[in-house]
């Protein structure tokens, strides 16, 4: 990740929430979500610990993206409780809401970028909804910073979504989960669609940025090298439920067919021997390095 300059700060900022000191962020029990007659999760239980990257997985139509979707208020479940950074969303009043909503980021499939605004200008969005006292100029140093922290180029800021590739609008979608500082990031399939080169550049950037600025992560993939490269622990959904939550060892210990199917499969075990061989690059890497030092 390229250095940034932190922005030059001339004006007072307005108050900002103490940050969550509890172990779970996330705490999800006994989630029920219909549609109609379909019932998508029933008896749903998931806790996330702070600081770490989760990894979401389970065959298509699950119901991944409904969970984030519910966990962060946009779907109202037919029963359970959701409680993020302590706070009940299940239960949040209008205003406890707001606050909650600006401690969080979400890139969404696709980015969901406005397309008639610049790269800057979506990233300012949530800075003029939650801190319209933010004056223009601080509000874009803080953009410009925050564009430059997700990777993308300088003059990327005043670029529209149409002039980028795949890759950039990702950024630039990062770039504005990234805008409030949020403790919380929620990503759905940040990879999809991105060649493998430029999944796994930005599978390091989301690693670096948990790792840099302490950020929990939820993180909705199918992508087996990003589970296996940056996810502390995977959850997996299946049966309406998270059948297992684990690191991916532990997942391979279990006897369930799916998860036999999706780790041990083809595709999971073309990741598994990529990753060993990253490791493996990795641990002769420190070796020769050791041998260096020794000489
Ligand atoms: N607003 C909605 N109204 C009705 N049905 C919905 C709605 N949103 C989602 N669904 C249904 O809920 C199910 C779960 O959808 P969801 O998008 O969460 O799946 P997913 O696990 O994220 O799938 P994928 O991996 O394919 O993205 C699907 O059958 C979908 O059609």
């Known amino acids: 990740m390229t250095e940034v300059e932190t922005p030059v700060i001339a004006q007072e900022l307005p108050d900002l929430p103490e940050p969550y000191d509890g172990e779970h962020p996330i705490r999800v029990r006994a989630l029920r979500n219909v549609f109609g007659d379909h019932v998508i999760h029933d008896g749903l239980d998931l806790e996330v610990n702070k600081g770490e990257i989760i990894g979401v997985v389970g065959g298509s139509g699950t119901g991944k993206s409904v969970l984030m979707r519910t966990i962060i208020g946009l779907q109202i479940p037919e029963s359970g409780e959701v409680e993020v950074l302590g706070q009940s969303i299940t239960d949040a009043r209008d205003d406890a809401d707001i606050d909650i909503r600006s401690r969080w980021g979400v890139l969404f499939q696709g980015g969901a970028l406005f397309s008639t605004l610049t790269v800057a200008e979506n ?173």
Not at 141 to 169: F, N, W
Not at 258 to 264: D, G, H, R, S
Request: hydrophobic share 40%; aromatic share 6%.
């Open 123 to 295: 990233v300012e969005v949530p800075l003029r909804e939650f801190y319209p006292e933010i004056e223009d100029d601080l509000r874009h140093e803080i953009a410009r910073y925050k564009v430059l922290l997700s990777g993308l180029p300088a003059d990327a800021t005043s670029k529209y979504p149409s002039e980028l590739s795949g890759g950039m609008k990702k950024r630039a979608g990062l770039a504005r989960a990234l805008s409030l500082d949020p403790e919380l990031l929620f990503l759905d399939e940040p990879t999809a669609g991105l060649d493998p080169i430029g999944a796994a550049a930005f599978d390091q950037l989301i690693l670096q940025l948990q790792q840099t600025l302490g950020l929990t992560v939820f993180l909705i993939t199918h992508d087996l090298d990003t589970l296996y490269e940056i996810c502390d622990r995977v959850a997996v959904i299946a049966d309406k439920k998270v059948i297992a939550v684990g690191t991916i060892p532990e997942l391979l210990a279990t006897d369930h067919p799916w998860i036999q199917e999706y780790f041990n499969g083809p595709r999971g075990r073309a990741a598994q021997d990529a990753q060993a061989r990253h490791d493996g690059v990795r641990d002769t890497r420190k070796s020769d390095a050791l041998l260096q030092g020794e000489e």
